[in-house]
């Protein structure tokens, strides 16, 4: 099985309609990512958590929430979906413990339109 | 400005081709980076980090930084087609990170 997973992996739907993209990883990593991708703007960082009670804002978070249910789970919310929200949306994790560089474990995204 | 630059390509080369992949950085306080390889409809994976300035060398690959002028490379020798993939350039501060857009990379048997 896969170390971080997300569901769904395909979403279609429409706009102002709200929507949730799950993650839950295990490999035991105290740090949680979303990102978001979309073709020439290459990774953008929509909010990430260092432990469970820790929620940080990153590059882009207008229009979107998070919440960290467990150190294993981190789920993105879109509360109104618009059309420029369709991206490709990575969640990925990293374990602040191992090392300095803190290597970051994607999943296999989740492709979301709003149309 | 934006904290890492990238050439998105695409970048065409015949297999056998030395490769060479590019970014450049503006925050002083980078102290790893890293390069990732994100393969058609997959996520990201690390494909290698170096610590501060210098090189590093794993099998065809080596990454190189030159902090001094805030420039990063990744060279790939002997190019396969299974090298084809998104190559992103990663500087981190090991709490901060960015990612640069990627460079689209298709080796041609």
């Known amino acids: 099985d896969a170390d971080v997973t997300q569901t769904p992996r395909n979403r279609i739907t429409k706009t102002g309609k709200r929507i949730m993209l799950e993650c839950s990883q295990t490999?035991?990593?105290?740090?949680m990512y979303w990102y978001r991708q979309d073709p020439g703007l290459g990774l953008r960082l929509i909010y990430y958590?260092?432990?469970?009670?820790?929620?940080n804002k990153g590059e882009i978070s207008d229009g979107y929430s998070v919440s960290r249910q467990a150190q294993a789970k981190f789920s993105l919310s879109l509360e109104s979906a618009i059309p420029n929200q369709t991206a490709l949306y990575f969640c990925?994790?990293?374990?602040?413990?191992?090392?300095?560089?803190?290597?970051?474990?994607f999943g296999p995204g989740t492709r979301l339109t709003v149309l | 400005q934006k904290e890492v630059e990238q050439d998105p390509g695409p970048l065409s080369v015949p297999e056998g081709a030395i490769v060479s992949l590019n970014c450049t950085y503006s925050n002083s306080a980078f102290q790893y980076f890293m390069w990732y390889r994100q393969y058609s409809r997959k996520g990201p994976e690390l494909l290698m980090y170096?610590?501060?300035?210098g090189n590093k060398e794993d099998g065809r690959f080596t990454a190189q930084v030159d902090k001094s002028s805030k420039y990063i490379s990744l060279f790939i020798r002997d190019s396969q087609p299974s090298d084809s993939a998104t190559y992103l350039c990663?500087?981190?501060?090991?709490?901060?990170?960015?990612f640069g857009t990627g460079t689209s990379l298709t080796v041609i048997p």
């Open positions: 958590s260092f432990d469970v009670k820790d929620i």
């Open positions: 990663a500087p981190s501060t090991g709490n901060q990170f960015y």
């Open positions: 990925a994790t990293s374990d602040s413990g191992t090392s300095g560089y803190n290597e970051q474990f």
């Open positions: 490999k035991g990593h105290d740090r």
């Open positions: 170096t610590y501060s300035s």
